[in-house]
């Protein structure tokens, strides 16, 4: 069974910065488009930023646009997220995902992905 596996958050002061991993545990990695979304609490699961199988296309949402990075690490089957400028509206619980066959580009639906991560908490201060 597939497994992706979330690390890097943590509390982080306002305009500070802060890099998320997450480690896909088989070697299919670079079939999938891999994505970041975040949820806070009685909120709907929001998309972050998505990357294609090979790397070479990324996609992300105009609220972080410009001050986050998605990135594949594909010796180590690991896409990152560097989030940089965070601000307290970044608070929130991180999960990445690995796009559901099928799924066109770009994915920024929760229902594009079907594989997710257990998520990992960002608390950015004021």
């Known amino acids: 069974q597939v497994q992706l596996v979330e690390s890097g958050g943590g509390l982080v002061q306002a305009g500070g910065s802060m890099r998320l991993s997450c480690a896909r545990s088989e070697s299919t990695f670079l079939t999938y488009a891999m994505g970041w979304f975040r949820q806070t609490a009685g909120k709907e699961r929001e998309f972050v930023a998505v990357v294609s199988g090979g790397g070479g296309r990324t996609y992300y949402a105009d609220s972080v646009q410009g001050r986050f990075t998605i990135a594949r690490d594909r010796a180590k089957n690991t896409v990152h997220l560097q989030m940089d400028n965070l601000t307290p509206a970044d608070t929130a619980v991180y999960y990445c995902?690995?796009?559901?066959?099928?799924?066109?580009?770009?994915?920024?639906?929760?229902?594009?992905?079907?594989?997710w991560g257990q998520g990992t908490q960002v608390t950015v201060s004021s």
């Open positions: 995902a690995s796009h559901r066959l099928g799924a066109t580009w770009p994915m920024s639906r929760p229902a594009d992905f079907d594989t």
